[in-house]
């Protein structure tokens, strides 16, 4: 009886009430529609246009009646910032609509009815209802593209002025230390010892800014070029030895035959072929093996191998080192991501390497990820499209054939044939063969089929 009547004194709860308090939600979420300067649009379950707010409207270029019941993918149409077309087959847009699933990005641009292009945040976001629908939002970010760009080029500027003296200090320390050119006693030794790889840190510091600023701006252009793999690999692999020595680090290179035998696979040298940009590449494997140097203790092993294995090219770069854990593995790709623990805040870093290792390798068309088991060693692989014999022959002869001057031209000096990163879109790698894992490993992203931790052989 109690309820009954405090229900009854309850105004939200009489349904006239009720009503007027639905009708205030309305027409508070009209407001907020009407007045938002982000576009927002909803879609039915077929998606199809049910509602857009004057700032879509605005932002699409067309009439608003003229958009209801239309399909969502007709209406917005995208090219990526370089100006590429994004068509049906790799929207990511239209996959979200069509699965139902949340999708983010900054990588589109909005071509409208006009035809006029707007570089955008977009979202697609599934209602939480039964009905399927879902609500696409997007604003525009050419000024913050525009800040952001000022801001990199004022990174970009400020890292390469500080470059040239850090570089100059450094030198001038190493002629200090070089006993061939000054004297001095042990214990300014030892402080100019820190100062110079301080010195190297800080360098190292700004070259990395300077590679992200000018990678994030796509100021760096990929040169794709078709080689012989394994040999430069090996060569750049052995160019470390000098720094795996220092500490004790035991060294291998191979390729591992696909049939392996009971010891876990032969060691064959394999021509392997594929084109990539060398300076890239070398940027790449350094990283990857100089990470491997600093975070594998006194005296654990290093192995590097390159496999064909059907129509990629795999490499990995396995340590025994102090490992990486599964919260740590699924970040270390992120800028300025470092795993902190105690081994890791004694070792040096910017946890810029990897980051730019993946910008690098995917501007070449290829992946790289990571397992890992913690404490006891870490795998790196990069994989990338593989040229058979007589493609690598074929691109090899038009490079040559680039650098014959044609009749009545002038001799001058060529470049390498310049690919984009699309002409060799890599295919998802397959789980590969290789020595038995020591233990289950832990995939970080990209998510790949998990190929077993590979443990270095000697
Ligand atoms: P950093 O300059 O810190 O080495 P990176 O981007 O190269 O930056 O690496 C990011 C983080 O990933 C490192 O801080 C480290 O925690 C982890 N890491 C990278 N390589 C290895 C490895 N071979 N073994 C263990 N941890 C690694």
Redesign the pocket.
Same mark, same amino acid.
Do not use: E, F
């Given at each position: 009886m109690g309820l009954f009547n405090r229900k009854q004194n309850n105004p939200a709860n009489s349904p006239d009430q009720a009503a007027l308090v639905a009708a205030r939600h309305a027409a508070l979420a009209d407001i907020a529609l009407n007045n938002i300067s982000d576009g927002v649009v909803i879609t039915n379950a077929e998606n199809k246009i049910q509602l857009v707010n004057p700032a879509a409207i605005t932002m699409l270029g067309h009439d608003p009646a003229g958009v209801i019941n239309l399909d969502a993918n007709v209406v917005f149409r995208f090219e990526t910032p370089q100006g590429i077309a994004i068509e049906d087959s790799n929207s990511q847009f239209l996959l979200s609509l069509r699965n139902s699933r949340y999708f983010t990005t900054r990588d589109y641009v909005l071509i409208n009815a006009q035809g006029q292009k707007h570089p955008i945040a977009l979202s697609v976001t599934p209602a939480m209802n039964a009905h399927g629908e879902k609500i696409i939002t997007f604003r525009d970010i050419s000024k913050e593209l525009e800040s952001e760009g000022e801001q990199s080029e004022f990174i970009s500027t400020a890292s390469h002025e500080m470059r040239t003296p850090v570089a100059s200090i450094e030198g001038y320390l190493g002629l200090a230390l070089n006993p061939n050119c000054a004297t001095i006693d042990d214990r300014a030794k030892k402080y100019l010892e820190e100062a110079h790889a301080s010195s190297k840190h800080l360098g190292k510091l700004f070259q990395d800014l300077l590679d992200v600023t000018q990678l994030d701006d796509k100021k760096l252009k990929v040169h794709l070029v078709p080689i012989e793999v394994s040999a430069l690999i090996r060569e750049i692999a052995d160019g470390q030895v000098p720094m795996m020595s220092e500490k004790g680090l035991k060294f291998t290179y191979g390729s591992t035959s696909n049939m392996g035998d009971s010891a876990g696979g032969h060691v064959l040298d394999q021509e392997i072929y594929a084109a990539v940009d060398i300076d890239f590449l070398r940027e790449v494997m350094n %990283?990857l093996i100089e %990470?491997?140097i600093?975070?594998t203790p006194n005296g654990g092993g290093i192995w590097v191998n390159v496999r064909g294995d059907g129509d990629r090219v795999l490499i990995n770069v396995t &340590?025994t #080192? +102090? #490992?990486?854990s599964p919260d &740590?593995l699924k970040h +270390?790709f992120q800028k300025f @991501?470092?795993?902190d623990n105690s081994q =890791?805040r004694t070792i040096g *870093? =910017? #946890? $810029? *390497? $990897? @980051?730019l290792v993946k910008e690098r390798v995917e501007a070449m068309g290829g992946k790289v990820w990571a397992e890992s088991s913690f404490g006891e060693g870490?795998t790196f692989y990069v994989s990338f499209p593989r040229l058979t014999w007589e493609e690598y022959e074929r691109r090899r002869n038009a490079v040559t054939n680039n650098m014959m001057p044609q009749p009545g031209q002038a001799v001058t000096p060529s470049q390498p044939i310049m690919s984009t990163p699309d002409d060799a879109a890599a295919p998802a790698p397959a789980p590969v063969q290789a020595p038995v894992p020591a233990a289950q490993p832990i995939v970080s992203e990209p998510a790949l089929p998990t190929p077993p931790m590979s443990t270095p052989t000697t």
């Open positions: %990283n %990470n491997a600093k975070y &340590d #080192g +102090i #490992g990486i &740590d +270390i @991501y470092r795993a =890791t *870093g =910017t #946890g $810029l *390497g $990897l @980051y870490s």
